[in-house]
Structure formats: C-alpha cells, structure tokens
C-alpha cells in the first residue's frame, strides 16, 4: 500500500482541499498522456501523480487569495 507523507505534501500547499485537487488534475493528464501515445499504464495515475509532488516534479499553483500568508 502507498502511504506518502503528508506533511511533507502540505508543506507546498495551503490546504488539503488544494492537494487533492491539484493531485486528481494531475493524475487526469498522465492518463490523457499516456491515451495520447497509446500507452498502456502499469501503474495508477493517482500513486504517480503523488510521488511527482512528493519529489518536487509537478509544483500545485494557487491562486493568490488562497496561498499561505
């Protein structure tokens, strides 16, 4: 099982809200990609998504009225 640190996701975020989304737009466009190139995925697009952000590949944007003061 896939068990990703969570603080240290936050920590690039101001809320869960814009982790979990910011994880599931992610995910969405490794799948359109791989649908693109007519790859098959061994993995799920979720768990990749979450080790990109976890290891600084893919950075969420926030709007400025909702990031960290």
């Not at 995910?27 to 007519?38: F, S, V």
């Not at 098959?40 to 998504?49: F, H, L, M, Y």
């Not at 290891?55 to 009225?65: A, F």
Request: aromatic share 4%; charged share 40%.
């Amino acid at each position: 099982m896939f068990n990703p640190d969570l603080k240290k996701m936050l920590n690039n975020v101001s809320s869960r809200y814009s982790l979990v989304i910011g994880t599931a737009k992610r995910a969405r466009e490794i799948r359109d990609e791989a649908i693109e190139r007519e790859e098959r995925i061994e993995e799920k697009t979720v768990s990749t998504a979450i080790d990109e952000i976890c290891n600084g590949k893919y950075v969420i944007q926030e709007p400025d009225e909702i990031k960290k003061s």
